[in-house]
């Protein structure tokens, strides 16, 4: 267990996988953080922290703001991990790419194995939902609103060529609190290289939003 114990770690999972995977996915960013909303209702009793990889960096953020507009509990802090700060735009857009192209662009990164690319039954279920992340990511219109107050710890790695060390240090321009850019070993999945040092990372970064 690499996490101690009094940290419970909550996924949502969002519509087009596991036991979703009867819903079509969505390609909005704000239905899929109203989505988000409804799962993550019954666990706002307790101080909370909201963590998302790559376009799930944007989902938490987006999440964040419509549970402040709500009036309901704030994260401790936000974990976005490989990806860059909201309001800046992509510069370099998948969702619109022929089939063909999208794959071999997400292989490029690591996302799907040479395995998965080979089966394709997996890729009629798979590209739907791959499609529909990058455009909800992509088509993303940020609007202005106060920056929040609690920390924004960004994760990266050293090696991913689709964020810029300047988008990540833009995310401090979204809290009046602490804003800090760790960069570990690897690329844009570096959070496989080694989990240990991530979590260990984030934990101590936990700790220090509660206090």
């Known amino acids: 267990m690499l996490l101690p114990r009094d940290i419970e770690v909550v996924a949502v999972q969002l519509p087009g996988r596991e036991w979703r995977i009867q819903e079509s996915p969505l390609a909005d960013m704000r239905l899929l953080a109203q989505d988000a909303l409804r799962s993550i209702g019954p666990y706002l009793d307790k101080p909370f922290a909201f963590l998302g990889i790559s376009m799930g960096g944007t989902l938490i953020f987006e999440l964040a703001r419509l549970l402040r507009a709500e009036g309901k509990p704030q994260p401790v802090c936000l974990m976005p991990l490989a990806i860059g700060a909201p309001h800046l735009p992509e510069i370099k857009l998948f969702h619109d790419l022929p089939d063909a192209e999208l794959l071999n662009e997400i292989q490029s990164f690591g996302v799907l194995t040479a395995e998965v690319s080979s089966h394709p039954e997996w890729l009629e279920i798979l590209l739907p939902i791959l499609r529909a992340d990058c455009a909800a990511h992509e088509t993303y219109q940020y609007q ?59 934990a101590r970064r936990l700790y220090e939003s509660l206090r």
Not at 158 to 179: I, K, N, P, S
Not at 185 to 192: A, I, K, R, T
């Open 144 to 202: 202005a609103e106060p920056p929040f107050e609690f920390p924004i710890w960004v994760y990266a790695g050293f090696g991913d060529e689709l964020v810029t060390r300047e988008r990540l240090d833009a995310w401090a321009q979204h809290t009046t609190g602490t804003c800090r850019v760790h960069m570990l070993p690897g690329g844009h999945l570096f959070m496989d290289a080694m989990p240990d040092m991530l979590l260990q990372s984030m």
